[in-house]
């Protein structure tokens, strides 16, 4: 299984202000994806973090808002913009494995937006 | 677009005993997995158990087996000799086999809670 990383592991931040989250993976990973987890709910997949091109972002989420990179095939960021109480969340990241019904998670950021 | 539902919003059971979770979805996919995935409050996402929609056999792993029943698009997951580290949230999820992608749809999860 991949082992991957997130910084920061939590933060708490001033509306108006925006965030990088980074994901990290100890192998080359062809499929990264980002979900964010609000408060007592259940994951929404934010967009497909694609090597090379633009993100892939799913209905109801937007590249301005959720910027993401993507330069190699173990490392990815988010960025949460302009943020609001509304963002607070936990953002995950998490790659396909080498099987195609292989999919690892990130240990998560939770973030704050006072 | 699929979706999964997750009735059972809490759920608790004595140590040692069986729990049952349920989750049903609603795909026109003939191809795709399911999968169980365990949330402790380090919030780290586990999986617990996966199952390939071709398979007719349930899935088993040690103490957890699913009930798959195709026809009927459920997918339920057993927990058998429960042990004070099953407490966590479970989530249900779905990913369709199409090309590349690889997204998965979550149920909206049931908060399970052995009881000492």
């Known amino acids: 299984s991949a082992v991957i990383s997130q910084k920061p592991s939590r933060d708490i931040c001033q509306r108006g202000t925006s965030l990088t989250i980074q994901c990290q993976v100890d192998?080359?990973?062809?499929?990264m994806f980002w979900y964010r987890q609000q408060p007592g709910q259940s994951l929404t997949l934010i967009a497909t973090a694609n090597q090379g091109s633009e993100a892939t972002y799913e209905s109801g989420f937007v590249i301005d808002k959720f910027p993401i990179s993507r330069p190699n095939l173990t490392f990815s960021t988010l960025t949460v913009s302009n943020m609001s109480p509304e963002d607070s969340s936990i953002y995950l990241c998490s790659v396909g494995g080498r099987a195609v019904n292989e999919q690892f998670f990130g240990p998560g950021t939770r973030l704050t937006v006072l | 677009a699929q979706t999964v539902t997750q009735s059972q919003p809490e759920m608790s059971v004595q140590e040692a005993e069986t729990v049952t979770l349920s989750c049903t979805y609603d795909t026109s996919e003939n191809n795709y997995y399911l999968f169980w995935y365990k949330q402790p409050p380090s919030r780290q996402m586990i999986l617990v158990i996966r199952?390939?929609?071709?398979?007719?056999q349930n899935a088993t792993e040690n103490r957890f087996s699913v009930n798959f029943q195709k026809a009927a698009k459920s997918f339920s997951l057993k927990i058998s000799d429960s042990q004070l580290g099953d407490t966590a949230m479970y989530f249900c999820a779905f990913m369709r086999v199409s090309g590349s992608a690889r997204q998965l749809t979550f149920g909206s999860g049931t908060q399970l809670t052995v009881l000492p």
């Open positions: 192998s080359q990973v062809t499929m």
């Open positions: 199952q390939e929609a071709y398979k007719q």
